[in-house]
């Protein structure tokens, strides 16, 4: 079993930045494969990022160059760096995390003002 714990979100106004952190704890040694997704008030839940346990990282076309996925292993967690942020980045963002199962964290709200 893995628990997965979001900091860090809040209220921002456009072209401003923010930092999540996902800390892991449990069967962190098991990871594979950590990201973020985020789903806005009335879409569906979309990948941001993810970060494999070799240090590969992927982007969604619409926050590649403006977020950035790193993680330290030695603190088990994964960071999400957003610069220049738009208004349409407002949505709950999750941490995932899986082995041969798939982890959630409970979420933690962006809202990026105009």
């Known amino acids: 079993q893995v628990q997965l714990v979001e900091s860090g979100g809040g209220l921002v106004q456009a072209g401003g930045s923010l930092r999540l952190s996902c800390a892991a704890s449990g069967s962190t040694s098991s990871i594979n494969t950590s990201g973020w997704y985020r789903q806005a008030p009335g879409k569906q839940r979309e990948l941001v990022a993810v970060?494999?346990?070799?240090?590969?990282?992927d982007y969604a076309s619409s926050v590649k160059g403006r977020f950035t996925i790193s993680r330290d292993n030695a603190k088990d967690t994964v960071y999400l760096q957003m610069n220049s942020l738009k208004p349409e980045d407002t949505a709950v963002y999750y941490c995932y995390a899986s082995n041969y199962l798939a982890y959630w964290g409970q979420g933690t709200q962006v809202t990026v003002s105009s």
């Open positions: 970060i494999s346990s070799g240090g590969r990282t």
